[in-house]
């Protein structure tokens, strides 16, 4: 198994030019998130799915959009890029038993290091 | 909302000695994970905590949910080299819809 595979690891972007990050994962999980990380701080949760059709909004997510057509992949979408975007983004992903409501641990990617000039 | 805090921001600690880093919630939490993130890597799970004062040991590190489930701490001891990088708590409760909230984390420095 890879587990969590993000692409591309690095990228330029110039202030607003539009890019999809790729995140995909092999392990059937059906929860899957996105996280921003600024540098020397925490985790900001920008989109999250529950399972493929279903995405929700998190702490962070203005500027960006998010699909979910599968199970595996969950791309995230920045149309207009910012300077305030300059971040590393993870991707990562979960089961969750919403029957017996069991937390498992989420699994990361190894991210992808944005910057915006 | 859900607020998680953690103190120290930074740990600067002499190889072999002990250390303690809290995880503080501004909301009663379901549930807290920790995870351990090494320069330029990601976050790594470590352990979840579900029970009320529940304790756990791997190895040298400790870790403990309070009595409220309210606040949580990682107790490391005769720590080592292998042991820099940031620590970060993320708690679930329901005042966050159930969503694991993370804490600002804490950078840990060891000195040889």
């Known amino acids: 198994n890879a587990g969590v595979t993000q692409t591309p690891k690095f990228r330029i972007l110039k202030i607003g030019q539009s890019m999809t990050l790729q995140c995909a994962q092999d392990?059937?999980?059906?929860?899957m998130y996105w996280y921003r990380q600024d540098p020397g701080m925490g985790l900001k949760l920008i989109y999250y799915s529950v399972g493929a059709g279903i995405t929700d909004k998190g702490e962070v997510p203005n500027g960006y959009n998010v699909s979910r057509s599968t199970t595996e992949d969950f791309p995230l979408r920045l149309e207009l890029a910012a300077p305030s975007q300059t971040s590393v983004y993870f991707c990562a992903s979960s089961y969750s038993d919403r029957v017996l409501y069991s937390n498992q641990p989420q699994h990361f990617g190894d991210g992808t290091r944005l910057s915006i000039l | 909302g859900q607020q998680v805090m953690q103190i120290p921001q930074y740990q600067h600690v002499q190889e072999g000695e002990d250390f303690t880093t809290y995880c503080n919630s501004s909301t009663t939490l379901s549930n807290i994970q920790w995870y351990k993130q090494r320069p330029g890597g990601h976050p790594v799970f470590l352990i979840q905590l579900v029970k009320s004062g529940e304790v756990k040991k791997q190895k040298r590190l400790t870790f403990q949910f309070g009595e409220a489930k309210k606040n949580s701490s990682l107790h490391i001891t005769a720590t080592q080299t292998t042991d820099v990088g940031t620590y970060f708590c993320a708690g679930r409760g329901k005042a966050a819809g159930n969503k694991l909230t993370f804490g600002g984390g804490t950078r840990v420095l060891v000195k040889p």
């Open positions: 392990m059937n999980h059906n929860y």
